[in-house]
């Protein structure tokens, strides 16, 4: 996809950092739209690395539906090795967790049309003290070409550090992470040919991410974890109104993996986490385990309006907008704003997020950038309401969100 097709689509007001926007990967076939699947690390951590959780996952993607509304991706987070490579410095599948190997799991689960990915490190040590990729870039990403591996997730612990020995993290210092996923970034261009990878840079938004990560991967995470906690999600969520603008196709800002039916948010607080994710594009990760989920949280999760504004083919995020004729609140950094829009292929998203107070919405078309004054057709995705107006009004509940695709009426 070229971005100068896609400028020309979008409202001014997202143009400021246009200049910044190209580097991309201009010659992916995959990621294009955000990568939409499961991933095992919010559902039990270390203990859901297993092919159990990868095969009861992919039935159960198959099964409720998920798979049919997109959700494709089986991915595997950290601790699915052994604590030691073997003696010709591969990585080993645990083989408490993986009795067949890797590869026998693998064609399972693309014999069922899903696909599948696999968690690593850019530093010495994963983040749960499993081996990492520092100097084994090469040989580990030749081990998931020969696996048929789809997806890769690159996550920063035990890096170099200006102190020994390295710790966990190395927040604390001026050091730049690009060099280490543009390492591992070539190791996954060096396969092209037999394997195409999807690349999720998991690099927390040091050193500004996502100014460059485009030029290496698919993705790139803006934030430290999301915790499952409401404070995780206003953190995050807001941050990624300050960065809509560098999500695109085959580059997205990741806002990490989804609580949605892990039962640590409110109904309404799902709604928002699932809704904002989306607008901004997010990739869609569910983090839940699939063989327990409310239908509560299941119904949030296969919201088909939701799922085609993410995965919309113009890849344009969804920022904060201020309408100039409401009574709209300053903007206030780390607090999710009440009002966003962002352009779609065929109209565009408007959303009222009610994380800041319940309230009656309400915002003339002519107050929303990109738009023209006027009737428009809209839709809201929760509620399933549908109207034909100038203007929406909206009731949104504590903590809930209400997302709206506006389009010229036919
Ligand atoms: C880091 C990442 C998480 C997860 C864990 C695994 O914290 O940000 O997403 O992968 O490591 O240890």
């Known amino acids: 996809m070229h971005r100068s097709s896609l400028l020309a689509l979008v409202p001014s007001v997202f143009l400021a950092h246009a200049a910044t926007l190209r580097n ?5 076939n995959v990621g294009l739209t955000p990568t939409m699947g499961w991933s095992s690390w919010n559902v039990a951590q270390c203990d859901a690395a297993s092919e159990e959780y990868a095969m009861n996952t992919a039935n159960k993607l198959s099964e409720l539906g998920l798979k049919d ?53 850019a530093g010495t040590l994963t983040c749960a003290s499993y081996p990492g990729s520092e100097d084994h870039e ?16 690159h996550d920063n612990c035990f890096t170099e550090c200006p102190v ?17 996923y543009a390492k591992m970034a070539d190791a996954i261009q060096s396969v092209k040919a037999q394997k195409e990878i999807l690349f999720n840079l998991c690099q927390w938004g ?8 485009d030029k290496y991967g698919h993705s790139w995470r803006i934030e430290n974890d999301n915790w499952g906690d409401w404070e995780s999600v206003v953190r995050i969520g807001s941050k990624a109104g300050e960065i809509a603008q560098y999500s695109g196709p085959g580059g997205f800002n990741d806002l990490d993996m989804l609580f949605v039916g892990n039962n640590k948010l409110t109904h309404n607080q799902e709604r928002l986490h699932f809704g904002l994710w989306a607008i901004a594009k997010s990739p869609l990760v569910i983090g839940a385990d699939l063989t327990k989920i409310p239908t509560s949280s299941l119904d949030i999760l296969r919201n088909k309006d939701l799922i ?10 969804a920022a904060p907008f201020r309408p100039s004729n409401s009574n709209s609140p300053e903007p206030v950094p780390g ?12 109209g565009v998203v408007v959303a009222f997020s009610g994380a800041n107070g319940a309230g009656d919405f309400s915002v003339k078309f002519s107050e929303v950038p990109g738009l023209e004054a006027g009737e428009h057709c809209w839709k809201e995705a929760y509620s399933g309401e549908e109207g034909r107006s100038d203007s929406l009004s909206f009731s949104v509940e504590q903590d809930d969100i209400a997302v709206f695709t506006v389009t010229d009426c036919a």
């Open 69 to 121: 509304l997109g959700y494709e991706y089986v991915n595997i987070d950290d601790c699915w090795t052994a604590k030691e490579r073997d003696g010709n410095g591969n990585l080993v599948p645990d083989p408490n967790k993986w009795p067949r190997g890797i590869r026998p799991v693998v064609d399972d689960i693309h014999a069922m049309g899903l696909k599948f990915g696999l968690y690593g490190c």
């Open 335 to 346: 607090e999710i704003y009440p009002y966003w829009t962002g352009p779609l292929s065929n």
């Open 206 to 213: 040091r050193n500004e991410v996502w100014t460059w990560g």
């Open 164 to 180: 020994t020995p390295p710790p966990q993290t190395c927040w604390d210092y001026p050091v730049s992470t690009e060099p280490w």
């Open 24 to 28: 991309r990967l201009d010659d992916t």
């Open 138 to 153: 090469y040989q580990d990403v030749q081990l998931l070409a020969d696996w048929d591996v789809d997806f890769w997730k």
């Open 308 to 317: 085609v504004i993410n995965q919309d083919p113009l890849g344009a995020a």
